[in-house]
């Protein structure tokens, strides 16, 4: 079973007015087969936190520890981060024109598992797994999110969390532009995945909504670039009733 450690994690971006602190000082510990939601309002830092341990190159760690298993995950590239079980669905999934769903997936796969899947095997896992998210099998050969819809961009990031089967899942903001068939379908997709694999999720969401399909064994509240504030379900009830405003005043 892995184990993600974020400790004391600082990070910066630059902006028009000069280098701002985004991250203050994270720790989170996530578990295999543990679901961890992370709250907040807009422009708290939740997002920098995920693409901080994705590796994105925007932002600058300054200081702190992210640990996979006991390894220095900021010590790896990007790609080297994937391979070794760290799975990002981003809020935006970016368009990829020129490459179909079935290559991309096939060749990511590939490249995690150090060898090509059987074809005959690949095939019947992908076509079940599209059909487990009710994604018409023709989207294997549409380039990758081009010309796809907000609803069908989260179904592909949630098949190749699926398929790829990620030691630690991030997932940003998978419920925004959902409408309730789409974010039951995928939060139906995030829960067989995990009971599938025990993977830890990272589950970053503004609204409580998805907390009805994806239950979470902690919540964490995240304000102004650290935790504020943690619990479990029931705190996201409170969230739901009296919002973030007793954690902005302190803020």
Request: cysteine-free; proline content about 4%.
């Amino acid at each position: 079973m892995s184990i993600l450690e974020i400790k004391n994690l600082h990070a910066t971006v630059e902006t028009p007015e000069g280098t701002k602190e985004i991250l203050k000082g994270v720790d989170l510990t996530i578990k295999g087969g543990e679901t961890h939601a992370i709250m907040g309002p807009n422009g708290s830092g939740k997002s920098t936190l995920a693409y901080a341990i994705a590796g994105h190159p925007k932002y600058e760690i300054t200081g702190g520890e992210v640990l996979l298993d006991g390894e220095d995950v900021l010590e790896m590239s990007v790609d080297e981060r994937a391979r070794a079980g760290l799975f990002l669905a981003m809020q935006y999934p970016v368009e990829v024109p020129g490459v179909t769903v079935s290559n991309f997936l096939r060749t990511a796969k590939t490249a995690i598992d150090g060898e090509a899947p059987s074809l005959r095997t690949w095939v019947k896992d992908v076509k079940g797994a599209m059909d487990d998210l009710k994604m018409d099998p023709v989207f294997a050969e549409r380039n990758v999110n081009e010309g796809f819809s907000g609803g069908e961009k989260k179904r592909h990031e949630i098949l190749q969390m699926q398929l790829l089967k990620p030691s630690i899942a991030v997932l940003d903001e998978t419920d925004s532009g959902l409408d309730v068939d789409a974010l039951r379908v995928v939060s139906e997709g995030v829960n067989r995945a995990k009971e599938n694999t025990e993977v830890g999720i990272m589950l970053i969401t503004h609204y409580t909504r998805i907390l009805q399909y994806v239950k979470p064994d902690f919540v964490h509240v995240f304000v102004n670039g650290k935790i504020a504030e943690q619990g479990g379900p029931e705190l996201a009830e409170r969230l739901e009733a009296e919002g973030y405003d007793r954690f902005l005043v302190g803020a």
